[in-house]
Nanobody
Framework: QLQASGGGLVQAGGSPRLSCAAS????????AAWYRQAPGKQRALVAT???????TYADSVKGRFTISRDNAKSTVYLQMNSLQPEDTAVYYC?????????WGQGTLVTVSS
């Protein structure tokens, strides 16, 4: 129901954009969010966006990542700039609070130094 895409191998300093396409109206009345899970670490919240477009960011990505949404397309984006090796993780989209049934495969972003 939530399909994340756009990951891959990126050089440090790169700027990929992740997309999360939702089936149905999962995001229509929910706060949407990106989470990430780095190797050996727990899944963590990266960024959120309300239906009105208000955003929040984890301190580690503030100023480098931008979350946005296109309600007409039921899609949420994560523009990532100035990537660093510590940004390597599987990135997932979900709601806030998250619902277990919405966890998909995520998209792997690997940042090479």
């Amino acid at each position: 129901q939530l399909q994340a895409s756009g990951g891959g191998l990126v050089q440090a300093g790169g700027s990929p954009r992740l997309s999360c396409a939702a089936s149905g109206n999962i995001f229509s009345s929910s706060v949407a969010a990106w989470y990430r899970q780095a190797p050996g670490k727990q899944r963590a919240l990266v960024a959120t966006i309300t239906t009105r477009g208000s955003t929040t960011y984890a301190d580690s990505v503030k100023g480098r990542f931008t979350i946005s949404r296109d309600n007409a397309k039921s899609t949420v984006y994560l523009q990532m700039n100035s990537l660093q090796p510590e940004d390597t993780a599987v990135y997932y989209c979900n709601t806030v609070p998250f619902l277990v049934r919405y966890w998909g495969q995520g998209t792997l972003v690997t940042v090479s130094s």
